[in-house]
């Protein structure tokens, strides 16, 4: 049974839907002012898994993400670039779409705008004052964090502590218009020139919680089965998330909290973030290195912990792929003298890993253990490769179950005729020699097998470039 690690409780809990069968699941998106780095493609990717899994086990999921269209950031960036702020969000959510896409992650069921919900988010607020958990302090509204009993639980914060904290960063305007100082921000006053919408307390635009609160409770009930997110929203985002939506409904607001742990950089492993400046860009990354390659670098980690990005850690990723599509190459090049029917000794070995593999990925999403069993069968696919005598029934079973695991990690293998970059390379590298030795005959050779495996050479001044022709 699917045990999974609750934020909220610090144990691992089985997981038990509200509804048999089907999961609703939030996961935070980002805010929109700038390319994502590999840091927010870490949480993509991760929770990207845990819902691969979730729908391979046979559950029907609503995964809703949203995006962060109305914030601070995106006002500084859009005043420096002179764009509209939501001009400038439509620009790197466009950008987001296509690097995740590049990663093989699955869009969300739904991609909810903070600047498409202020209605709701208006309605929301207002229904927050009327049950007393909220004030209207000069255009601000802000929330009676005191109020909700339960504030501080999810990230085990004590309200004292969190007081003294926040006294030292609110500045005296803010100060005046608080009742207490731990109190957070639901709907801020325009400042001139801002974008805004108008509201009951004057023209302004919403803070940063209500928005997840509003987006999340309206696509997917009052009641989610998992919300997830990167561990250094927990506070204050997500407790504050927390205390607005169970204020406003009156009901557990998530069963499950998920968290995933931080990508880290350098010897000291430093958490990579826009704000540190050691951020790698996926936009840019993605220029040099192979999608699958970052997609399997990042699914190759258990959730909860950090993960250490180099390049040594990207060379290894990329050697393991290798492995994997050349298992998947020598088995498929046996169909052509396998027997007709199945093999009995395969389906008793892969009853036996797939036992091995659920056990893994019911452990809290344990993808190292998961992995492992994936490499068992790789191992199983190229002895069954090299043996005497195979049967057709027994390699599509090999193959079958490698694609479907490998598509619970996002990971795509080429079709057994497509050429890896690194074969192509080396293919060039022949081809150079052989033109510098003046063997034209096995250049042109060379050429032609690159040209039947749908690669195009173009020989320039500076060297041969190549791309596929469906590029």
């Not at 005296?172 to 307390?201: M, Q, V, Y």
């Not at 919300?227 to 204020?247: K, M, R, T, V, W």
């Not at 000291?268 to 040099?288: A, I, P, Q, R």
């Not at 093999?343 to 008793?348: F, H, K, L, Q, S």
Request: include cysteine; glycine fraction near 6%; proline fraction near 4%.
């Amino acid at each position: 049974m699917l045990e999974i690690y609750n934020t909220l409780t610090r144990t691992k809990e089985p997981f038990k839907p509200l509804v048999p069968g089907e999961v609703h699941m939030y996961v935070c998106g980002p805010t929109v002012y700038n390319y994502i780095h590999i840091g927010n493609a870490r949480s993509a990717i991760a929770f990207d898994t845990v819902r691969r899994y979730l729908e391979d086990q046979g559950y029907k999921v609503t995964y809703v993400s949203n995006f962060t269209d109305v914030d601070d950031k995106i006002i500084n960036a859009a005043k420096e670039t002179g764009e509209a702020p939501l001009e400038l969000a439509q620009r790197f959510i466009d950008a987001y779409m296509a690097d995740t896409a590049a990663l093989n992650i699955e869009p969300a069921s739904a991609h909810p705008r903070a600047s498409q919900m202020i209605p709701e988010i208006v309605a929301f607020v207002a229904d927050l004052i009327k049950k007393g958990y909220a004030y209207e302090a000069d255009g601000d509204v802000y929330y009676r964090a005191r109020k909700f009993k339960h504030y501080g639980e999810l990230s085990n914060k004590n309200v004292d502590e969190l007081e003294l904290g926040a006294s030292q960063h609110v500045d005296a305007a803010e100060t005046a218009r608080k009742e207490d100082p731990i109190d957070f921000a639901l709907w801020k006053n325009a400042k001139p020139g801002e974008i805004s919408w108008p509201s009951p307390w004057g023209q302004g635009r919403p803070g940063w919680h209500i928005e997840c609160s509003v987006m999340s409770t309206t696509l997917l009930g009052d009641t989610l089965d998992i919300h997830g997110g990167g561990q250094d929203l927990e506070f204050p985002h997500h407790e504050n998330e927390i205390a607005q939506s169970e204020a406003e409904t009156g009901k557990r607001f998530v069963n499950v909290w998920m968290h995933n742990g931080f990508v880290t950089v350098g010897e000291d492993d430093e958490k990579m973030s826009k704000s540190l400046g050691n951020f790698v860009m996926v936009h840019d990354l993605l220029k040099t290195v192979d999608p699958q390659v970052l997609r399997l670098l990042m699914v190759g980690t258990q959730y909860r912990r950090p993960i250490r990005y180099s390049q040594a850690g990207l060379d290894e990723a990329k050697r393991v792929l290798e492995r994997l599509q050349t298992a998947h190459d020598n088995l498929t090049y046996r169909l052509k003298d396998a027997l007709v029917g199945d093999d009995p000794a395969i389906d008793v070995a892969l009853d036996d890993l797939q036992a091995r593999f659920v056990a893994a990925m019911d452990d809290d999403f344990n993808v190292q253990n998961g992995l492992a069993v994936v490499y068992e069968l790789m191992k199983q696919m190229n002895t069954y490769a090299a043996a005497e005598t195979v049967f057709a029934g027994g390699i599509q079973a090999l193959l079958a179950k490698q694609a479907r695991w490998l598509a619970i990690f996002g990971v795509v293998l080429k079709a057994a005729d497509q050429l890896l970059d690194a074969d192509i390379e080396t293919l060039i590298a022949q081809r150079n020699a052989a033109r510098a030795a003046k063997d034209f005959a096995l250049s042109d050779q060379i050429r032609d097998e690159l040209a039947s495996k749908h690669i195009i050479l173009e020989d320039t001044a500076q060297g041969t470039r190549w791309h596929r022709d469906d590029e």
